[in-house]
C-alpha cells in the first residue's frame, strides 16, 4: 500500500487542533471545498435537488461521468455528528476526488479532531488523476490531520489505520454486495468501543446487507433520509440515542427499491459519456 500521491502528504506528527479561532461551519467549509475544487479541475453538478430525498447537490470532476460525491445536505449531517461527538481519529473508505475527506477532515481540525485517513484503490473512472486532484484538495484546504492511501479495502485498512483506532468511520466504497459487507468488517478490529459508523447510499445494492451485518454484530442503527439515504450506527446506547436526537428525517433502515433514482443515476451517467464522446470526435 502507498500514499495516494507522493510521500509528502504524509503528516510529520499529530496536529494540534486550531485553537482561539471560531470554527468554521459545515456551510463555509463546504463552499471553500468547492470553490477549491472548481480552481483545480473543474465540478459539475450533479442531482442538483438530490437524488431518493430532498437534497443534494452532489458533485463530479468536470468532464467525467464519476465518481460523484456526497450531497452538500450529507455533509452538513457529517458535520452535525462530528459538532456534537468532536471524534478524534475519522476513517473514510472510498475517497474519489477528496469532497468528503476533506470536509470531515476540515471540520474535526478546527474541532480536537488528530486524524483523518482516506482509503481508495483508484478503481472508478480516471482513478489516479482524480487522486492527484484529491491531493491538491487536500494542500489548498490546509488539512494537515488529513492522509490519503492508495489501497483496497479490506486487505489495506490495518495497514492505513495505523495502530490507531477511529470512534468516526464512513464506508463509501464501491456499493456492490458483498463488498460494503466486507468493508464493515474490515473497519471492526479498528473501531472504537462507541464508534460512529456511517454508510452512504443506502438505497443501493450492497449497503442494506452490510447494515444488517452491523445490527446482528450489535450497532443500534438509524437510516437519515438525506439525497442518497445515509445510515450511522452505534454500539453505544447513549452514542446512539444523541445520534437519532440529531436528526429529523429519520427511520428504521429497510430496504426499498428505488426506481426514480436509478434512473437519474442512469442518467447522470449516460450524458457524461455521451458529452465526452461528441467532445472526442474530430471535427
Ligand atoms: C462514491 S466514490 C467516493 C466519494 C467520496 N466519498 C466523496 O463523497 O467525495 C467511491 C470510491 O470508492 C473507491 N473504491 C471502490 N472500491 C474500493 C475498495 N475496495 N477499496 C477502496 N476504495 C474503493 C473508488 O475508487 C471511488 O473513488
Given at each position: 500500500?502507498?500514499?495516494?500521491?507522493?510521500?509528502?502528504?504524509?503528516?510529520?506528527?499529530?496536529?494540534?487542533?486550531?485553537?482561539?479561532?471560531?470554527?468554521?461551519?459545515?456551510?463555509?467549509?463546504?463552499?471553500?471545498?468547492?470553490?477549491?475544487?472548481?480552481?483545480?479541475?473543474?465540478?459539475?453538478?450533479?442531482?442538483?435537488?438530490?437524488?431518493?430525498?430532498?437534497?443534494?447537490?452532489?458533485?463530479?470532476?468536470?468532464?467525467?461521468?464519476?465518481?460523484?460525491?456526497?450531497?452538500?445536505?450529507?455533509?452538513?449531517?457529517?458535520?452535525?455528528?462530528?459538532?456534537?461527538?468532536?471524534?478524534?481519529?475519522?476513517?473514510?473508505?472510498?475517497?474519489?476526488?477528496?469532497?468528503?475527506?476533506?470536509?470531515?477532515?476540515?471540520?474535526?481540525?478546527?474541532?480536537?479532531?488528530?486524524?483523518?485517513?482516506?482509503?481508495?484503490?483508484?478503481?472508478?473512472?480516471?482513478?489516479?488523476?482524480?487522486?492527484?486532484i484529491a491531493e491538491q484538495l487536500r494542500e489548498r484546504l490546509g488539512c494537515d490531520i488529513l492522509i490519503n492511501w492508495k489501497g483496497s479495502s479490506p486487505v489495506d485498512i490495518p495497514a492505513a489505520a495505523e495502530n490507531k483506532l477511529y470512534d468516526f468511520i464512513f464506508i463509501d466504497g464501491l456499493h456492490r454486495h458483498?463488498?460494503?459487507?466486507?468493508?464493515?468488517?474490515?473497519?471492526?478490529?479498528?473501531?472504537?468501543?462507541?464508534?460512529?459508523?456511517?454508510?452512504?447510499?443506502?438505497?443501493?445494492?450492497?449497503?442494506?446487507?452490510?447494515?444488517?451485518?452491523?445490527?446482528?454484530?450489535?450497532?443500534?442503527?438509524?437510516?437519515?433520509?438525506?439525497?442518497?439515504?445515509?445510515?450511522?450506527?452505534?454500539?453505544?446506547?447513549?452514542?446512539?440515542?444523541?445520534?437519532?436526537?440529531?436528526?429529523?428525517?429519520?427511520?428504521?433502515?429497510?430496504?426499498?427499491?428505488?426506481?426514480?433514482?436509478?434512473?437519474?443515476?442512469?442518467?447522470?451517467?449516460?450524458?457524461?459519456?455521451?458529452?465526452?464522446?461528441?467532445?472526442?470526435?474530430?471535427?
Amino acid at each position: 500500500m502507498q500514499p495516494a500521491t507522493t510521500p509528502s502528504n504524509r503528516p510529520v506528527s499529530d496536529t494540534e487542533p486550531c485553537s482561539g479561532v471560531r470554527k468554521p461551519s459545515s456551510r463555509e467549509i463546504i463552499r471553500k471545498i468547492v470553490d477549491a475544487l472548481n480552481d483545480i479541475a473543474g465540478v459539475e453538478t450533479v442531482f442538483k435537488n438530490g437524488a431518493v430525498h430532498p437534497g443534494g447537490p452532489h458533485y463530479r470532476l468536470a468532464g467525467m461521468s464519476g465518481p460523484i460525491s456526497i450531497g452538500e445536505d450529507e455533509c452538513r449531517a457529517l458535520g452535525a455528528l462530528i459538532d456534537a461527538f468532536n471524534p478524534t481519529n475519522a476513517f473514510i473508505i472510498g475517497n474519489a476526488f477528496g469532497l468528503s475527506g476533506v470536509f470531515v477532515a476540515a471540520m474535526m481540525q478546527a474541532r480536537r479532531g488528530q486524524r483523518t485517513v482516506t482509503l481508495d484503490n483508484q478503481s472508478e473512472g480516471e482513478g489516479q488523476r482524480i487522486a492527484r486532484i484529491a491531493e491538491q484538495l487536500r494542500e489548498r484546504l490546509g488539512c494537515d490531520i488529513l492522509i490519503n492511501w492508495k489501497g483496497s479495502s479490506p486487505v489495506d485498512i490495518p495497514a492505513a489505520a495505523e495502530n490507531k483506532l477511529y470512534d468516526f468511520i464512513f464506508i463509501d466504497g464501491l456499493h456492490r454486495h458483498p463488498q460494503v459487507t466486507r468493508d464493515f468488517f474490515g473497519i471492526l478490529p479498528i473501531a472504537t468501543p462507541n464508534a460512529i459508523v456511517c454508510w452512504h447510499d443506502y438505497w443501493m445494492t450492497g449497503i442494506p446487507k452490510s447494515v444488517e451485518e452491523a445490527q446482528r454484530a450489535g450497532f443500534q442503527c438509524i437510516k437519515v433520509n438525506t439525497s442518497c439515504e445515509m445510515v450511522f450506527g452505534s454500539r453505544d446506547e447513549g452514542v446512539f440515542n444523541t445520534i437519532c436526537s440529531l436528526f429529523e428525517n429519520t427511520e428504521a433502515p429497510k430496504r426499498r427499491l428505488r426506481p426514480g433514482a436509478f434512473l437519474k443515476l442512469c442518467c447522470a451517467l449516460t450524458s457524461a459519456a455521451v458529452r465526452k464522446r461528441i467532445a472526442a470526435k474530430p471535427r
